[in-house]
């Protein structure tokens, strides 16, 4: 699908595009989208083929933890959400093409293998997934027999290696990768010249990963790591009457250090980074997993008619669309999309679409979307966001491709061993 006339917009550029315009309201933006799809549909000379899609869900329960604060309550089903919008939309053309959409969810308890919970699905006749798992676990679902017939999309692992080394042909990501992430907020650091970063590194492997992640992208984009310290404190005093002073006191003396221009935080678990704010020894912003951070999706974005988008998810679920969410709706707006297209709801026909030239998914973000042929990454602009307004989006103007601009984000081709085709 492409996007209207007018609406892209050159990330990073200093000025808001001219022509993002706000729509007439949310009934006058569902009537021109149900036109444009209709008018597509009609546009691919595929023969209408009448059938129902199902679409397994399979993710894990989240471990009890108590939130950092209050105010962010654990969003019980996220991801799931994300997903039931993408039926919604997709139902939006099935209804003209006599094509359904249905979902299918379950959920595993933690430490509890899923492939009992694949197999029964499989043998309910599903032959498409979106996997919401770890890594070691989302690659033992890819490598089931009765996974070689099924496409299994990755909604939410960022692990670089699946996208570098162990690839596998029937699953595709539209969850960013960690280097994608690093490498988009990298190159808006570049952009404004803050290049010098200190880097603070948590305990958990998540942590290590991004601090690597992070440590690549230096390298790529002319940034580099004065201060490297790791967090070994312990977080979780907050609620005593005193908790605010020690974590004042700890943050103060730990980032006592040379010059820098910003401190970057890997703290994938949310344990410590947001303590660090407000509290460094000299007075510099903070980024990376908190702070001034690269996102696929945050509440934050109103442009490209993001807007009418965030409002329809909102009078749903009553809360605002998280990244995992979004990564949902992108899969399952990826399989409808495939579906219309080729009019076949069977893995073989969907995936060489999503991974052919034609297939180009609005995805509220200026750009369309894209799968990588190389390792079935989809490719898209990043958001750069505080916690309450849109920075910028990367990539950022200036940085070049011989192919796509949005390939400056992550592994390119030449740097992984993969072989999708």
Known sequence: MTQPLGSTFHPGSRSRPAALTRSAGPAGARSRLTLLLLALTLATGVEAA???????????APAAAPPLSALLPPIVDDGLEGARQGIRDNATTGRFTGQAFELVPTRVAPGTPAAAAFRDLHGQGLRVFLINLPAPDLLALADLPEARDSLLFNIG???DRLRVTDCRRNLLHTAPSRAMLADALAQYLAWKRWTRWFLVVGPTPGDQAYAAALRRAAKRFGAR????????????ASRTDSGHFTEQQEANAFTQVADYDILLVADESDTFGEYLNYRSFLARPVGGTRGLSAAAWSGVSEQWGATQFQRRFRERTGRFMTPLDYAA???????????????SPDPGPLRAYLLGPDFKLAAFKGVPASFRDWNGQLRQPLLIVSPRVLVSVSPQEGFLHQFSTLDTLGYDRAETTCGMK
Not at 50 to 60: M, N, S
Not at 329 to 336: D, E, K, P, Y
Request: proline residues 5%.
């Open 50 to 60: 009448e059938f129902t899609l199902r679409i397994g869900l399979i993710d894990q």
């Open 157 to 159: 692992a960022p692990d």
């Open 225 to 236: 790591i004065l201060v490297e310290k790791p967090w070994t404190f312990e977080a979780g």
């Open 329 to 343: 709706w992108l899969a399952v707006r990826s399989i409808g999309e495939a579906a219309t297209r080729t009019g």
